[in-house]
């Protein structure tokens, strides 16, 4: 079994910084790559950032320059360096990660439970 778990979010004024966390831990080989995702009420989910497990990063538009996403493989966890936060960043954002699970052939794709970011005043 493969878990992962969000943490950071929270209730930030626009301006305001905030940093996501995403911990992998279970049964599983090694972690292929893992992304940020958000979903905003009444929108689709979509891709905020991803990193690959060469350390190569992707971002949306909408978030480069302010968010930064990296990863420390010693403890299998993920960031999301979230700075400039603006009122269309809320959302609920989860984490995905593409995990090679012990025992299986091949990766599977694992979500976490989400955690709710908010930019108000």
Known sequence: QVQLVESGGGLVQPGGSLRLSCVASG??????????????PGKQRELVAVILSGGNTNYADSVKGRFTISGDNAKNTMYLQMNSLKPEDTAVYYCNGRIHPRGSLLPS?????????????
């Open 27 to 40: 049964n599983f080989l090694y972690i292929n790559d893992m992304g940020w995702y958000r979903q905003a």
């Open 109 to 121: 794709n694992y979500w976490g439970q989400g955690t709710q970011v908010t930019v108000s005043s």
